[in-house]
Every structure is written in C-alpha cells, then in structure tokens.
C-alpha cells in the first residue's frame, strides 16, 4: 500500500462524513467525545494532505510548519488524553471506571510531556518514498517511558469498557500498531494514525448500539 495526497485527503473526507453521522447518534454529552474522535481523525488526516501537497514545493515553509505542528498536536498530544477521558465517560461506576481513571492520569502525563517536546524541540516533516517521516530531536533517555504511557493511555482502554464492541476496538487499534511498526518501522507515527483513524471508522458502530440500548432523554 502507498500513502499520497489522494489516500490522505479522501480518507479526512470519509471520516468526517462518518463522524457526523456518529454525533448525531450521541444521546447525552458524556457520549460526545467518544463520537468525535472519526470526525478529529479527519482533519488530522486532512492536516497531512495538505503538508503532501506543499512538502514538495519551495515557498510553503510556514504552511508546512503549521500543519507539521497540527499532526503532531493530534498524534502526541489529543489521543491519548481524548481517548481514555472519552471513554471514562461512557462508564459506569465501579472498578472498571478507576482503572479508566488511572489510564486518562497516564495519557496527561504522557501529553503534557510530549506537547512541551513538541514546541521546544526540532520537528520537521519530511515526503520519503511513499509516506511522510515525521522527524523529532526528542530526548532520547525518556523514550521507552513515553512509549509506555502512550500505548496505556490509547490501547488499553477499550479493553476496560463495559461497551458492547469496544473490545474489538481495541483489537483492532493493536493489530494496527503490529502492522505498522512491522512493516513500516520508519514511518510509524504517519501509518499508525492512518489505521486507527480507518478503525476509528467502528465508532459508528459503536454508536448505534449505544444509541440502541440507551433512551433518549
């Protein structure tokens, strides 16, 4: 599989299409953030579109700084605090809902640490081959901590969740990873949020069953 401008582009519009959709089955406020996150994945994607368009011509400087620093913000610092606070608040009380407490603790931590990387280090973006390298001169000493709370803060949550499906979320999100750093090892960042934003594509899913289940008040 190639990325492009294309793939880029069309899948920002797809998911914004479906994240509507996905808001407009929500019932109550504790179940907006959780359908937003397809439609966040759109502009996300959008955000790369736009740097395939402009990495490759001279003159674009700002524009490919500005939208470097929008995919970054989305990849290292929203995800993993929207995802566990999102899915926090579709839980009821009760152990499941501590455990949920702890990982959106860990997903702070781990965003406030790379949101003060991201503006304090060197971040460029950079079209190699087929796929965009996002380079950062982070320090390297805290990496695997980092890593750490990342995968704590986006992974394990859907497997805490009473929700029906959202284990299989879950699942997927990690055969995600697997691929991606598989087969794209250098391009990790860009592939990953690639995938999920398409897995993200089950929180329709998701919705409707909730939206099912639940009256609307």
């Not at 939208?67 to 913000?73: G, K, M, V, W």
């Not at 971040?123 to 996002?134: F, L, N």
């Not at 997927?172 to 594509?201: D, G, K, P, R, T």
Request: net charge positive; charged share 10%; glycine share 6%.
């Amino acid at each position: 599989m190639c990325f492009s401008t294309s793939v880029s582009i069309g899948a920002g519009v797809v998911l914004t299409i479906v994240g509507v959709a996905s808001i407009k089955k929500t019932h109550h406020n504790s179940q907006l953030l959780f359908s937003s996150i397809p439609l966040l994945f759109g502009v996300q994607q959008m955000a790369e579109g736009i740097l395939w368009l402009t990495l490759p011509n001279l003159g674009y400087e700002i524009t490919q700084k500005i939208f470097t620093y929008i995919f970054l913000f989305f990849a290292q610092f929203l995800w993993p605090v929207w995802v566990p606070i999102s899915i926090l608040l579709l839980e009821k009380k009760g152990t499941r809902k501590n455990i949920q407490k702890v990982l959106v603790g860990a997903g702070i931590l781990v965003g406030i640490y790379l949101l003060y990387c991201l503006f304090t280090f060197h971040v460029e973006a950079k079209i190699v081959g087929h796929h965009i390298v996002y380079i950062q001169d982070y320090p390297s000493s805290l990496r695997i901590y980092g890593m750490l709370l990342y995968g704590l803060a986006t992974i394990l949550p859907p497997f805490f969740s009473h929700i029906k499906r959202m284990k299989l979320f879950g699942i997927a999100v990690i055969v995600s990873y697997a691929v991606s750093a598989i087969f794209y090892e250098h391009y990790i960042l860009s592939v990953w949020c690639f995938f999920a934003a398409i897995v993200s594509l089950s929180i329709y899913a998701i919705m409707t069953n909730i939206s099912k289940e639940k009256p609307r008040n």
